[in-house]
């Protein structure tokens, strides 16, 4: 048997066990899959002209690091334009959407994303601040959360939008004023497209570019693997078109959306997509959606949010999403929901086990963010082997332990002490996934363990954490992201340790992660990516 990769001189963290293994390097067959452990010596020794042959000087090998929650596709497309996601205030918006709109042809569109609803403070979200600068230009600015945008007064005239609409998705809004004028503000993507179908499109080797580049980017960062939520459009056609070229760095679980409306025919579909894919990607699973989000107002909440909003569900009958989910769970089909408000987080978890005590194959569902929800529903993951799926770094960036930011004013002091509880789900003995929801947030899994960790704003972290009752252990971040998410995808006999057999998909750190300092995690260097043994990226450092 052929060797295909030599790592030597390397200190082999295993994530089950926080452990260093004895064995000082680890060769990897031509199956991609770690094939020997061993010294420097013995392990060299399989090597041949044909194998890579890399001497790590002391750096940390560990199995590598799966993003639980990303959208890899959408959050290529969506991230082009105008970055806000660093403006403070309103006067920051101005300043950056002048700036653009200066260096804007005549009649271009202007997009920008990232723009987080705090920087309104008491005013209501809206693009009224920013008239003036956006006269005449038609401007798309979608919001932090991907679930909301605004729009200019140009870019609603274009689209024809000029009052509220009705939509099959139970939380979708054109916001309108008390004269039935629209705001700007478009809530869920059913209100969103209306704008997006009349602005200017990528070409498709566009979209493939940025896709391929946020791609390379993400196995730089050190990971190996995703488990992506959504495959919209030609999503699937643009990973398979990268995978057959050989441009795809990492190995990821594709869900596919299923919307409000979707009938028996659609589930069919659903059904008969699962198990496709290539060499790196295949399809498992279904993603549905329970709520919206807290600070659009969207999400489904046992008691109004502090505006009387966030009182009802996505799916307008929310017992066709319990109906679904019977249907898929007889299948085998594993489902992802995405349920932020306690309401939703309830009845995805009466949905499973509705689904369960109806018989048929053991399946391993999810519930997506779990962004507040109280005492009594913490141990009804584990009982029902419900994967509970989170991104701490939500709760890091974008809400502040004093709760004077928007997603805890509007769910006031008891529902927001409730904000991500990463340690009570894992005590109460819940398998915990960690992912950053990108582009919502930065995609770099370091600063995903580390936010788990210390739960402190990553722009200053000299602020006091959120919640640091909830945080997790060094260990417990790093399990979320290896041991954790391989059980999520049923896929623990071959990925996320380091073992004789297992995938050759590693990440190589210059130093350990469970005795670096969390607030300086974010910071070690990534030396050496590998999926299936073969190098995605690498630094100087490993020659």
């Known amino acids: 048997m052929r060797t295909r990769l030599v790592l030597s001189s390397a200190r082999l963290l295993d994530p089950g066990s926080g452990a260093f293994l004895p064995q000082t390097a680890l060769a990897v067959s031509d199956s991609g899959r770690i094939c020997a452990l061993g010294d420097d010596r013995e392990i060299r020794g399989l090597a041949d002209s044909g194998t890579e042959v890399v001497d790590l000087q002391g750096a940390v090998v560990t199995a590598g690091f799966v993003d639980g929650h990303l959208h890899p596709v ?26 653009e709109v200066r260096r804007l042809g005549r009649g271009a569109w202007l997009f920008g994303w ?31 959360d991907a679930h909301s945008a605004l729009a200019s007064r140009r870019a609603l005239e274009l689209a024809g939008v000029d009052g509220p609409r009705e939509f099959d998705q139970a939380s979708a809004e054109v916001v309108c004023d008390a004269h039935g004028r629209p705001t700007g503000l478009l809530q869920e993507d059913a209100a969103c497209a209306l704008v997006e179908r009349v602005a200017p499109q990528p070409t498709r080797a566009e979209r493939r570019q940025r896709l391929a580049a946020a791609l390379r980017a993400m196995a730089a960062a050190g990971l190996t693997g995703g488990h992506v939520m959504d495959a919209n459009g030609d999503s699937l056609a643009l990973l398979a078109e990268l995978d057959e070229a050989g441009e795809l760095p990492l190995r990821l679980r594709v869900a596919p959306w299923c919307q409000p409306g979707t009938d028996a025919a659609g589930v069919r579909d659903l059904i008969a997509l699962q198990g496709t894919g290539g060499a790196l990607w295949r399809v498992d699973g279904v993603k549905l959606f329970m709520d919206g989000t807290i600070d659009n107002g969207t999400a489904w909440l046992e008691r109004p949010d502090c505006h009387g ?30 349920a932020i408000g306690d309401a939703a ?21 999810r519930v997506e963010h779990i962004e507040t929800v109280p005492d009594d529903t913490l141990h009804r993951f584990a009982e029902l082997g419900v994967v509970a799926s989170m991104q701490p770094t939500h709760c ?26 990463c340690r009570d789900l894992w005590d109460s003995g819940a398998t915990v996934v960690l ?22 704003p990553s722009r200053d972290l000299s602020q006091p954490p959120h919640g640091p009752e909830q945080a997790l252990t060094a260990l417990e971040a790093l399990r979320a992201m290896t041991v954790n998410a391989a059980f999520a995808a049923s896929e623990s006999h071959e990925t996320g340790h380091l073992a004789l057999g297992h995938r ?40």
Not at 116 to 141: E, H, K, R
Not at 309 to 326: C, D, L
Not at 442 to 449: D, E, I, K, R, Y
């Open 74 to 99: 959408s959050g290529a497309d969506l991230t082009h334009g105008l970055d806000l996601s660093r403006c403070a205030d309103v006067a920051d918006v101005r300043e950056a959407l002048a700036g």
């Open 114 to 144: 990232g723009l987080d609803p705090n920087v309104f403070g008491d005013q209501p979200v809206g693009i009224a601040p920013f008239d003036s600068v956006l006269d005449g230009v038609p401007a798309f600015l979608l919001l932090f």
């Open 309 to 338: 909003e966030s009182t009802h569900a996505f799916w307008p009958e929310p017992e066709a999403y319990t109906r679904i989910i019977g249907e898929l769970h007889r299948a085998g089909v594993p489902t992802a929901t995405h």
């Open 345 to 365: 987080v309830r009845h995805a978890l009466d949905a499973v086990e509705k689904a369960a005590a109806g018989g048929g194959p053991a399946v391993r569902h």
């Open 396 to 421: 890091c960036d974008f809400t502040r332990a004093d709760h004077t930011d928007n997603w805890s004013r509007r769910l006031g002091e008891e529902r927001a002490s409730r904000a991500w509880r």
């Open 435 to 456: 992912g950053s929801d990108w582009p919502i947030a930065p995609f770099p899994p370091l600063g995903v363990m580390a936010g788990a960790r210390h739960r402190r």
């Open 504 to 543: 050759a998909d590693l990440t190589v750190l210059a130093d350990d992660p469970l005795t670096t300092p969390a607030t300086d995690l974010p910071d070690l260097p990534v030396l050496l990516t590998t999926v299936d043994g073969r190098v995605t990226f690498r630094t100087d450092r490993t020659g």
